[in-house]
Nanobody, 115 residues
Framework: QVQLVESGGGLVQAGGSLRLSCVAS????????MGWYRQAPGKARELVAE???????NYADAVKGRFTISRDNAKNTVYLQMNTLKPEDTGVYYC?????????WGQGTQVTVSS
């Protein structure tokens, strides 16, 4: 029983910051690769950032230097710190993990960045 619950989205002005949280249950995040994806209206869902069980991180070019993915293993929670937000960062952000060829997604949290 895997469950991912995101929170932290909202409406911010360009240049502002948000921190998204993903609380996981049914999995141990420290031994899995956790990812943040986003989907803008009319666009495909895209990988934003991921962190492996070993702590290696990977970022989309569009967010490098602005976003940071991290985890708190004691809380079984993954975070996405988003700084210097741009209007093009607007979208629904989803937490994701793949286990045994199955994909698990959170419900999504809306991030809207105004000009």
């Amino acid at each position: 029983q895997v469950q991912l619950v995101e929170s932290g989205g909202g409406l911010v002005q360009a240049g502002g910051s948000l921190r998204l949280s993903c609380v996981a249950s049914g999995i141990i995040i420290s031994i899995n690769t956790m990812g943040w994806y986003r989907q803008a209206p009319g666009k495909a869902r895209e990988l934003v950032a991921e962190i492996t069980g070993g702590g290696r991180t990977n970022y989309a070019d569009a967010v490098k230097g602005r976003f940071t993915i991290s985890r708190d293993n004691a809380k079984n929670t993954v975070y996405l710190q988003m700084n210097t937000l741009k209007p093009e960062d607007t979208g629904v952000y989803y937490c994701h993990v793949q286990r045994v060829l199955k994909h698990y997604w959170g419900q999504g949290t809306q991030v809207t960045v105004s000009s």
